[in-house]
Every structure is written in C-alpha cells, then in structure tokens.
C-alpha cells in the first residue's frame, strides 16, 4: 500500500514537470530560439547588439528603471505610514478604508491612466476648472511624472496589505519594553518597527517593482514621449508602424534577465534578515487624540479619497451623454446599451469562463504543488516550486509572444483560440495561491495528518478530507489575489485576444484605443463593479478582514 502512495505522488511530480516544460519552458525556449536566429536561419546576436548599440531602445531600460524605482519609492513613503496607522491605532471607517484600499489596487491597469487623463490631461476636468477659476495651470500628466502618479496611486494598496501582515506579527511587550527604555515616537518606528518588518518592506517593495515594471497599459496610455520596456516589446510585435518579431523576442530575453537579477537581489537582501517572531501579545490598538489624530484622519481618508477618485470619475462619465471622445449635458444609459451592442454579453461571458476555469486549474494545482513542496520535500518538488515562480517576476507581454511562438502553428496550434488565453491566466496568476497555501501549509502540524492516518484513514483520504480543509484559509486567500489579477488581465491578452475570445478588460482598452470614452467607461464601470463584488465575496465567504499576499 505503501509504494502505491508512493508512486501517486511520484506520477504528480513528474505529471507536473511535464507541464511547466511544455507550458512554459517550451515557450520560453522559443523566445530564445528567435532571438538569436535570424530569418534566414542562422546563428546571431545582431538583434541584441541593435538594442544596446542604439539609445532609442536601450534608453527603454532606463526609462522603465527610473519609474518603477520612484513608484517603489513613493509606495513605501506613503503606504508604511497608512498601514502604521490603520495597525497601531483604531480608527473609525476601518473596515471602508481596508475595502477602498484593495479597490484601488485591483482595477484594470489602465482604467486609472485613462481616468486620470479625463481629470488632469490637456482638456482634463481638473485642469480646465483651475485654469477657468483661478488661473492656475498645471504640469502635464504626461510622462514620467504621469505614470509615477497614477502607478504609486494604485500600487500602495499592495504595500499596506503586506505591512498590515507584518505590523500583526510584531509582540507587543516589544514595545512596551523599548518604551521602558525610552525608545517612544519617530524614534521607535524607525529602530524597532522598521527593523522588524524589513523582510516584508523587502517583499512588498519586489511586488510593486515587478508590478510597475512590467506595467504596460499607464505608459502606452500616458507615456507619450516617455518609453518603457512592455511597451517596446508590444510595438516591436504588433506595432502600426511595422513589425520586428525577432527583435521583439530579443527585448523579451533581456526583460527576462533584468527581472531575474532584481529578484535575486532581493532574494539575497531578504537573507540578511532572517529571524522569526510570533505575536503571543499582539498590538493594541489605540485610539488616535488630539492634533495626532487629526493628522491620521486626514492622511488616510484623502489619500483614499484621491486614489479611488479614478474609479468614481470613471462610473460618473458611464453614465454621461457622449459623443466619441466628447461628454456632452445630461445623463442616459446609452454607453451601456451601446456596449450591449459591442460585445458586453461576449466579454463578460469570456471574463467569467475563462477567470473560473482559470481559477479552478490555479486552485487544484496550487493544493498539489503546495503539499509536493512541504510534504514531499524533493530536488524535483522544489524545481516544480521554482518554475512556479518564474512567471511572477516576468512581464506579461513576454509571456503573451512566448505563447504564440510555441503554440502558433501545429502541432499544436493554439493561438487565436480560448485555450491559449486559459494557459495564459493560469501561468501568470497561479503564483499568487501557491505562495499563500504553501505559507498556510508549512503552519500546519504534521502530527494532525498522522493522527488521522493512525486512527485508519488512508493517505489519500487524510490529504482530501484533513488537509485541504485546514489550507482553505490560505487558499481562499491567494485565489480572490489570482481571481482579481485574472479578470482584469491587460498586458499579455493584448497579444493573445481576439474578437471571439475578448474580455472585458480588452474591450475598455480598445474603446479607449479608438476614442470612444462612453463605452469606454461602461466597460470600465462594469469591470469595477465586478472587481467589487469579487472583494465582498471573499470578504463574506473568509469572515475575514485581511487579505493575505
């Protein structure tokens, strides 16, 4: 019986290999292979040496460095203090302010570009006002300057929620004892806060590197003159201005590369800082006096206020009368019934039978690779693990032309159908739920499984009935993470789409490419709603207030 459980749990592992070789090695394998053999089949690195040897596309690099850097930075500067706040101290409007902040950083990633350029672009509501009242102009929200603001807007969430995580952890007779000492204030923030949560602020900063970096849908909308990396890459492949595929694969391998080396770095960063501490006595909170107060108050209702203002704007123009790009008085249904006319039906029946497809796929083989990884320690179980990753640090344009070129002509032809989409998702999104229920898994005792297995249950039976159960937390947590990410998908559907298989995230973007802002913003609005309703859901279903990353 013995070698039977055994070998099941061998033919997972090797079932698994099987896939991320063809799946994702393969593909990416063809990127490489493009990139380095010419159209007339030989050996070269002329691509490469055409991307460094000219600062028009070199500069990309740079460009793409110097924004996602400063939207890093600003995240931090700004979503420490908030989560500090939100951890430290009760404030009232709590739980608002924990939903408002998650809306925000899981909307498309074009929907607040868009929605900034109706607000503060050359014609921008925001603009006209200050120039026709009170003389003011503003700086454009074009270039570095726009896509630092609208990224840091969006992206803060996702440092708040890892440090909402990490501030919990922290024991409060820590403080009390720093306090004893005469560590109080900024002081103690910095020395004994900060310290302590450094291997998250490590993590939360990767997560938004990444996200910016590999962000396609803000730069393309507002970059203008600004170029960065995913947008090269797109143009290179499916550019109005003509096309380069081999060049396009070889920017591909570089984004790869450059990715690699930033998580290794803060890979290594992160080991500097091992230790582990448990929260017998967590943090009490706090009711937040005086001038103090105020100053919390202040900070994190407009800071939320200013970052859900994209959305609002968005749902409020759905319902404008317009005429292309031009919102006219008064107020009608006629962008939605528009859109009935433009493929809603389609793209929300797409949106939800590819996101639930993509998400069960994502759930059943997270559970497997989780239990492989923590149950099953192997060098092949840890490869699995490792390969897992690999798409969580990759943009998701160079995912979108590896799948093309692996999966655009026999023997297996998948481009232009659902399944090549449904791959897609789940490669992109499945290290959200892994990462949660191998994290919830290596929590739970091992001793329960072994009660259960020595009172007669069955290996198999332990694993389905037992286990899972008690990783539902972790699951349920990464996938809303996967859900989310999956529905409003933009960088590597732009490749992969077409009109059979569009979601309701390409269609907002191809209304906003043609300059129809109506539809545009019924799209939108309705990608919104569903966005919040999935949040709520989870809510409801976890009875949880914390989203676990």
């Not at 909307?107 to 003389?135: C, D, E, M």
């Not at 545009?520 to 989203?547: C, G, N, P, Q, R």
Request: with cysteine.
């Amino acid at each position: 019986m013995k070698s039977k459980k055994f070998e099941l749990w061998t033919g997972v592992t090797i079932l698994f290999m099987a896939m991320f070789l063809l799946f994702l090695v393969y593909p990416m394998f063809g990127i490489l292979q493009q990139a380095v053999i010419s159209k007339e089949g030989q050996f070269t690195f002329k691509e490469f040496v055409k991307f460094f040897s000219q600062s028009y596309y070199s500069k990309t690099i740079l460009n793409s460095f110097k924004v996602s850097i400063a939207i890093t930075a600003v995240t931090l500067l700004i979503g420490i203090p908030f989560s500090y706040f939100y951890s430290f101290y009760r404030l009232r409007g709590a739980k608002f302010l924990f939903v408002a902040s998650i809306l925000c950083c899981m909307s498309a990633p074009f929907i607040g570009a868009y929605a900034w350029i109706l607000l503060l672009g050359r014609s921008g509501l925001i603009t006209q006002f200050l120039k026709n009242v009170f003389g003011i102009k503003i700086g454009s929200i074009y270039g570095f300057q726009g896509i630092l603001l609208v990224q840091a807007l969006k992206l803060f969430p996702l440092v708040f929620v890892y440090m909402n995580g990490a501030f919990k952890n922290i024991d409060n007779t820590l403080m009390e004892a720093s306090a004893n000492m005469g560590c109080t204030g900024l002081k103690r923030f910095f020395q004994i806060v900060m310290n302590l949560s450094m291997p998250t602020i490590l993590a939360a900063a990767l997560l938004v590197f990444m996200r910016a970096f590999a962000d396609f849908g803000t730069p393309l909308l507002i970059g203008e003159g600004y170029r960065t990396f995913p947008v090269e890459i797109y143009n290179q492949y499916l550019g109005e201005n003509g096309t380069d595929h081999n060049f396009a694969a070889a920017i591909s391998v570089i984004a790869i590369l450059v990715t690699a080396l930033v998580f290794f770095i803060q890979q290594y960063a992160t080991s500097k800082y091992k230790f582990s501490i448990n929260a017998l006595h967590p943090i009490e909170k706090k009711r937040p006096k005086g001038i103090r107060g105020i100053f919390m108050y202040l900070y994190c209702y407009l800071l939320i206020g200013v970052s859900l203002l994209p959305q609002i704007y968005i749902i409020y123009l759905s319902f404008r009368n317009c005429d292309q790009a031009v919102f006219k008085p008064g107020y009608s249904l006629a962008n939605y019934q528009l859109a009935m006319k433009k493929l809603l039906v389609r793209s929300v029946k797409n949106t939800m039978v590819l996101g639930v497809g993509a998400l069960a796929l994502i759930i059943i083989l997270a559970i497997l690779i989780a239990y492989l990884v923590v149950r099953r320690s192997s060098f092949w179980n840890h490869t699995i693990d490792t390969l897992s990753m690999l798409p969580y640090i990759m943009p998701g344009s160079v995912i979108g032309i590896a799948l093309v070129i692996a999966f655009g002509k026999k023997p297996i032809a998948l481009t232009g159908t659902i399944w090549i989409m449904l791959i897609s998702f789940v490669i992109r999104r499945m290290p959200y739920t892994i990462r949660s229920a191998t994290a919830t898994l290596m929590q739970i005792p091992i001793s329960i499984e072994e009660a259960a297995i020595s009172l007669g249950a069955s290996k198999l039976k332990t694993f389905i009935k037992i286990t899972v159960p008690m990783m539902s937390n972790g699951i349920i947590s990464g996938a809303i993470l996967s859900w989310v990410s999956i529905v409003t998908e933009l960088s590597s559907s732009i490749i992969l789409y077409n009109n059979k298989n569009i979601t309701l995230t390409m269609s907002a973007y191809v209304a906003i490419s043609r300059g129809n802002y109506g539809l545009a913003a019924a799209f939108s609005a309705i990608l919104t709603v569903v966005t919040a309703i999935s949040l709520m859901v989870y809510l409801a279903v976890s009875k949880s207030e914390d989203i676990k990353l």
